[in-house]
């Protein structure tokens, strides 16, 4: 099997998924489907991540096993479930307190 | 070329999924085509050969992010409603959003990447066999010793080239503060989120 | 001995990464010199493993029916059934054509793609687990570098159907179960992976033939022996955890029928429910397929000299000995309440799998490498010691209770009601 797959796709597909992701983050009313967006994005950036592993020479330092863009994306995933798990508290205390999660009412600090 | 096709599933499922998420109506449903999505970049992963990262992605999105999401969306949400669910900026979002795609494509296929030579031409399967000479002394004893019960030490050879090592490596050598910091912040969040979700 | 059939040898071939797999299934990379490496035999030779998991797989989940209701029946002082064909062994085909004749209902107010999506997801995440599955030496349909967590990994997803079949019923039991199945699977899948980690420490490796073959005495590697002697506590944990995951009594509380009817699956009819019910044997199957794995040496034999009896026996006769465990579990304990299944995972389960995952861990780095015996010894001393601190702990929490009075907190389900209606409202 010579034919491989170029880096530019997987770049592509990363790209579209964080654009997906931004676009949604932009445009959700709902501060779920807001962080459903931003989840997206993670996303994105964690493909560009393990492709970059996998492709781009990495220089042989002293010590270093060129693990460095799956050690990210681990790292990137763990900040992915914290940021979920704190976002979607707030979410629910806000809802608590306000009885709605459509971003646009959350707007008291507004002057 | 079949490569190409598997890559080219994986791919479509995890972009489909995203314009899922974003085009469903209800909050729900947008959280399930989510989830596909989220398994489509699992398979990307495992195609790129990053095994461990794609049941991560599994374990961790979907059995665990996932389920937060649409917890909080039950919680929260008017349960069976589907409502207006884009807000007036919707279309200046989607020139932007488009055309930082459209950038980030360009940027991605004009730029001459620094790519490894000997992945370039081989397979993700061969590149990911460390030793070829423990691999092909395993396969032969796989063959010939299948009936022979008690050869067992070869065959384990099998297991031990995979990137999992390395990782774990990894994360506890050059990325220990890292790791550890990563950690702290688990701990911080899992508390913080229940002090918050509480009062 | 079955490594001569054709079928043992056309599913010898392994693969070591999910890539592999994955590239294999699509590509016609030979994962092997030597196996067939035209795109046409992979793809042959993957259904054809497919083809016999399933297979394997559906007899079981047939007569694992047939063996629950008579072990019951049994434990009842009931005969279970005998009506059909002899000694009742016809029942499991008599229920099915009857699942299968019954009318096929969609409730007009639900989510119509959700609602059947959610029934036909139920299934794949409790049969893709059997990839990793090894039934023998060479009887493995992937024997992934991650096998382990592959497995894990894939139950993990099992949530999502669920989530589905309660939310696009438009049945307020059903959400409730689901919220309650959801919140109960993703609680036990903590100590369930926490309980395992121990055994993945000892033999250093993920994949599944790496497990087995660091347990047994076939084969020389660390640390030789079954990792229910080592590892005692995280196999209970397992087991309990494993119960609570898979829903079963007394853990079964998603479908508690004297609380909230049916749980998620209230709706559902059929040979929808019938999926339903399939995939609970799938994955009691699996579960006890990947617990005989980790923790009581797969196909190896217990002693060397054993080894003439092919290991195929030996992991269906531990698989069926967990199967079967699971079932006297359910004839002979009472459904918990939500609240303390919930206090049960957090403040008895995640406590004591963290403690036995830190004195395993202390201890593998000391024994590394030594003798079976030796290794043996300092586990034992060490679990005792474990074991006399828990009695100890739990005496003292006995009499702490017992001097003062018993509150006991708004229960979880209050909570959650009280959320869902003023999310309705």
Do not use: C
Not at chain 3, 96 to 118: C, F, Q, R, S
Not at chain 3, 277 to 303: C, D, H, K, N, R
């Amino acid at each position: 099997m010579e034919a491989s797959i170029p880096l530019w796709w997987y770049l592509l597909v990363a790209a579209a998924l964080f654009g997906t992701g931004l676009f949604g983050a932009l445009s959700r009313r709902n501060a779920v489907g807001v962080l459903m967006g931003i989840e997206l994005m993670l996303n994105g950036a964690n493909i560009n991540a393990v492709a970059f592993w996998r492709y781009i020479a990495v220089p042989s330092g002293a010590g270093l096993n060129g693990m460095d863009g799956q050690v990210f994306a681990i790292m990137v995933i763990a900040l992915a479930a914290a940021e979920a798990a704190v976002g979607l508290a707030l979410i629910i205390s806000i809802y608590r307190n306000r009885q709605s999660v459509l971003v646009e009412d959350f707007s008291t600090m507004r002057g | 070329m079949m490569e190409m096709l598997a890559f080219g599933l994986v791919a479509g499922v995890a972009v489909g999924g995203a314009i899922g998420v974003v085009a469903a109506r209800n909050v729900f449903v947008s959280a399930l085509w989510l989830v596909l999505s989220f398994i489509g970049v699992a398979g990307i992963y495992a195609i790129l050969g990053a095994d461990f990262l794609a049941a991560t992605q599994v374990l961790i999105y979907v059995g665990a992010i996932s389920v937060l999401i649409l917890f909080a969306v039950m919680l929260t949400h008017h349960v069976m409603g589907d409502e207006r669910s884009n807000n007036r900026q919707a279309f200046l979002a989607f020139i932007v959003s488009s055309s930082v795609v459209a950038a980030l494509g360009v940027l991605a296929y004009r730029t001459d990447w620094p790519i490894r030579p000997a992945d370039a031409g081989g397979s993700v399967v061969t590149a990911m066999r460390g030793d070829p000479a423990g691999s092909s002394a395993a396969s032969a004893a796989a063959q010939t010793g299948a009936s022979t019960a008690l050869t067992s030490t070869v065959d384990l050879a099998l297991n031990q080239d995979s990137n999992v090592v390395r990782l774990g490596q990894a994360l506890m050598t050059e990325h220990l503060l890292s790791f550890e910091i990563i950690s702290l912040v688990l701990l911080v969040a899992l508390i913080g989120a229940i002090v918050i979700a509480r009062d | 001995m079955l490594h001569a059939l054709p079928l043992a040898e056309s599913l010898a071939e392994t693969t070591t990464s999910l890539s592999g797999w994955l590239t294999g299934l699509f590509s016609g990379t030979a994962p092997e010199p030597g196996a067939s490496s035209s795109a046409a035999g992979i793809i042959v030779a993957s259904i054809l493993k497919a083809t016999v998991i399933v297979l394997i797989v559906q007899i079981g989940m047939l007569y694992a029916t047939w063996g629950e209701r008579k072990i019951i029946g049994r434990m009842q002082d009931r005969l279970g059934p005998n009506r059909v064909g002899l000694f009742g062994l016809a029942q499991p085909f008599a229920d099915m054509i009857k699942m299968l004749t019954k009318e096929d209902i969609t409730p007009t107010a639900a989510h119509k793609w959700v609602y059947n999506l959610g029934a036909i997801l139920v299934v794949p995440p409790a049969i893709i687990g059997f990839a990793v599955v090894a039934l023998d030496r060479n009887l493995i349909a992937a024997d992934l570098s991650i096998g382990a967590l592959f497995f894990f990994a894939i139950g993990s997803t099992a949530v999502m159907p669920i989530f589905m079949a309660g939310w696009g019923s438009r049945n307020k039991y059903a959400l409730l179960g689901a919220m309650r199945a959801v919140a109960q699977v993703v609680s036990y899948e903590i100590p369930q992976v926490l309980s395992i980690v121990g055994v993945l420490l000892l033999a250093g490796t993920l994949s599944m033939n790496g497990l087995i073959h660091s347990q047994g005495p076939i084969g020389d590697a660390f640390p030789g022996v079954w990792f229910i002697l080592l590892q005692p506590i995280g196999f209970v944990i397992f087991l309990l955890a494993t119960t609570a995951e898979i829903e079963r009594t007394p853990f079964d509380i998603p479908e508690a029928e004297s609380e909230i009817i049916a749980g998620y699956h209230t709706e559902y009819a059929g040979i929808k429910f019938g999926l339903f019910y399939l995939a609970l044997y799938f994955v009691t199957i699996s579960a006890s397929a990947v617990g005989a794995i980790l923790f009581l040496g797969g196909w190896q034999p217990p002693f060397a000299f054993l080894a003439g009896i092919p290991g195929w026996i030996w992991m269906t006769a531990k698989t069926l000995a967990l199967v079967f465990v699971f079932m006297w579990l359910r004839g002979t304990l009472p459904r918990l309440r939500v609240d303390q299944l919930m206090a049960f995972a957090w403040k008895v389960l995640v406590p004591i799998s963290l403690v036995n995952l830190m004195v395993t861990g202390l201890l593998a780095k000391l024994v590394a490498g030594r003798a079976p015996l030796m290794v043996f010894g300092a586990f034992t001393v060490a679990n005792v010691a474990m074991v006399a601190l828990l009695i100890w702990l739990v005496a003292g929490w006995r009499r702490f209770n017992a001097a003062r009075q018993i509150t006991f907190e708004r229960p979880a389900v209050q909570a959650v009601g009280a959320a869902l209606r003023r999310g309705a409202a």
